[in-house]
């Protein structure tokens, strides 16, 4: 036979499988990006709030983990341990400052003294709504009620549909609150900007006094938000020369949980996670993405908490159950 017949010789040896060329290109641009995310994220404070650029940055926090899983998948298709282990430091550094808040409250049924609910909501000045709204939270047995963005239609049209449950009442500028139990001392709250958009009271509960306060912030927005900066740090100077051991403050600060201008009140008092899990978000009401709406407390322990759609307002209300 002629040898150009014969079939080839096997060598016994399998081919080696091709090897798929890694991205360095690639891979580079994710350990930069990953690196720049996480430093974003544990120095946002070092964000200048020139432009607005740390209000923007600040109030969207929560969101840049989004970010993440893109860039883990950017890390496998670069194939690059680097760049995948890169892509690892930030997820690190949001769950550290995020995951805590997310996890769900720890109900309990209250201490033997009883429970007080407190509810509050931005009613929102245009929506019309503001009696349907108080409604919405005497119904879900809220013991005080405190409004933001009153106008004087909207505070007789609440005044009338919760006067007969609440007998106790006060309201200036924009807020208001109704309690089912005796306000005391209540007075206009100097924020030192001459804007009638606090209250401060005392809340007679069964057990004693309750310091309560109701915040309308001035709003933020990127280019302004001066205003709001100095309510707050004025707000902050108030928490620890309060004579009573427990207190409530709430309302609409108008700044989200991660906003530096909030941390004075933050450092201070506590704000509990939410029935369910999450971040509570309350603003839009269509697409809550940040929460400006806050109840904060000290001496009392939370046994509830959750955000709820009450008339055609864009804030969720937030409803409060704390242990007396």
Known sequence: MSALLEKPRQSGRPTPPRRRRSRP????????????????????VLVPRMLGLSLIVESALPWFGAAIPVLLVAGLIARS???????VIPAIVWGVMFVPALVPLTQSA?????????????????SGTAAESAQALAAQGADVIGLQEMDD????????????????????????????YPIENAQALDLGLGWQRGIAADLA???????????????????????????????????PRDENARL?????????????SLAGLTGQLAEANQNGGGFGFTWPAAFPATRPDH????????????????????HLAVITTLAL
């Open 81 to 87: 341990r680097g760049a995948v282990a890169a892509a």
């Open 110 to 126: 209250g201490g033997a003294s009883g429970t007080l609910t407190v509810a509050s909501q931005n009613v929102e000045a245009d």
């Open 25 to 44: 290109a690639l891979a580079i641009a994710v350990c930069l990006a990953s690196l720049a995310l996480a430093l974003l994220l544990a120095a946002h």
């Open 153 to 180: 239609t909207a505070r007789a049209e609440v005044e009338a549909v919760l006067s007969e449950s609440y007998p106790h009442s006060y309201g200036i500028g924009t807020v208001g609150v109704w309690s089912k």
């Open 205 to 239: 509960t069964p057990t004693g006094l309750v310091s309560l306060y109701v915040i309308h912030a001035a709003s933020a927005r990127p280019a302004d938000h001066e205003a709001r900066d100095e309510m707050l740090a004025n707000l902050a100077d108030y928490v």
């Open 248 to 260: 409530i403050m709430m309302g609409d600060f108008n700044a989200g949980s991660s906003d530096r």
């Open 295 to 314: 109840v904060l407390s000290r001496g009392m322990d939370v046994t509830s908490n959750t955000t709820l759609r009450a008339g055609s307002s864009d």
